[in-house]
């Protein structure tokens, strides 16, 4: 999702595993891996996606200007969405596969589970983030607007 000059991502809560130390203390320039601990895999509810605000809600903590974006813990500014967990969309070479063909889940809607509330945050403020999500099409408007393409909200 974009808003602005920013796009906006699911952050993923992460295992963090050290296999490179180049000098310094134990928290100085590491290599990390880093393995998902949190759900990733959905796909987003858009009812109209010629009026997207509908369905997504801009937050914003603070009415000062924001001075650091790309904070790690405590955004600033975020979009609450609907997303519904794909149970087909996996990992592939360490990294999520590509993401399905939006309409996500109206072939097979077993693949979809019930609708939950994120929050997508500032991409370059997360470590481990999902930025690009499937649109499930399970509303009206959006399934009649989507002829089986790879687009997604992302």
Known sequence: IHRGALMYSLPIAANYTVYGHHFGTAEMSNDYYL?????????????????PEKSLRFIRKS????????????????????????????IERNSAAPPPFSPACIEDVSVCGKPKT????PHGGT?????????????????LSINKS???MG
């Open 35 to 51: 393995h998902p601990i949190s759900k990733w895999a959905y796909a987003i509810d858009i009812e109209d996606l010629t009026q």
């Open 63 to 90: 009415s000062r200007p924001i001075n650091a974006p790309f904070n790690h813990t405590d955004w600033s500014v975020m979009i609450e969405a609907q997303v519904r967990p794909m149970s087909t969309w996996g």
């Open 118 to 121: 994120v929050f997508l945050v």
């Open 127 to 143: 470590d481990l983030r999902i930025g690009e999500l499937p649109l499930s099409g399970l509303h009206s408007v959006a399934a």
């Open 150 to 152: 790879p687009m997604s």
